[in-house]
T-cell receptor, first 113, second 117 residues
């Protein structure tokens, strides 16, 4: 089953360090989304790509966050100078352009000490 | 702008009894509506979706939901709860397909379903 995969599944870091997460979407999907889920809340949209183009970014995505999808396949999400408030589950999803439901990966749980 | 309100943060039922998880939405357009389930340490899984076809939508594992435009509701039901149904359930709205923009999903805050013996 080649669903959406994310790596790593868990990351513990110290405040001020940089972290990078990877998402591999379902292979034929051209849209890829990043969401953040904090404890007790539903996921919140961060950004999305259509192929390699980043087409929308949420106001939640501060300038410490950057996302790329260099060849329109996998994507990376980097957080620079992490803060304790960045502790959350980071979820990746993918779908086709024009498809409404999204298919989610298992997420990367970030803990900032 | 689209939004979702899940009316109960926690619901507890006995195994074999009906389940009702309530959801109200707000949307400027005729939205697409979804229910996703999240089991501990697992990814979000789509239970069912409504996209302007039949108002009563059947999903996986015996769940169904009814779209009521007059009440702006999309409640999730199941006739008989099973222990394996214990999880977090999210009501979700999207306007993207109809507006031509990305199908950005807006989630509710979730309802934790507890199933007791």
């Amino acid at each position: 089953d080649t669903g959406v995969s994310q790596d790593p599944r868990h990351k513990i870091t110290k405040r001020g360090q940089n972290v990078t997460f990877r998402c591999d979407p379902i292979s034929e999907h051209n849209r890829l989304y990043w969401y953040r889920q904090t404890l007790g809340q539903g996921p919140e949209f961060l950004t999305y790509f259509q192929n390699e183009a980043q087409l929308e970014k949420s106001r939640l995505l501060s300038d410490r966050f950057s996302a790329e999808r260099p060849k329109g396949s996998f994507s990376t999400l980097e957080i620079q100078r992490t803060e304790q408030g960045d502790s959350a589950m980071y979820l990746c999803a993918s779908n086709y352009r024009g498809q409404d439901e999204q298919f989610f990966g298992p997420g990367t749980r970030l803990t900032v000490l | 702008a689209q939004s979702v309100t899940q009316l109960d943060s926690h619901v507890s039922v006995s195994e074999g009894t009906p389940v009702l998880l309530r959801c109200n939405y707000s949307s400027s357009y005729s939205p697409s509506l979804f229910w996703y389930v999240q089991h501990p340490n697992k990814g979000l899984q789509l239970l069912l979706k409504y996209t302007s076809a039949a108002t009563l939508v059947k999903g996986i594992n015996g769940f169904e939901a009814e779209f009521k435009k007059s009440e702006t509701s999309f409640h999730l039901t199941k006739p008989s709860a099973h222990m394996s149904d214990a999880a977090e359930y999210f009501c979700v709205v999207s306007e993207g397909v109809l507006t031509g923009t990305a199908s950005k999903l807006t989630f509710g805050t979730g309802t934790r379903l507890q199933v007791t013996l």
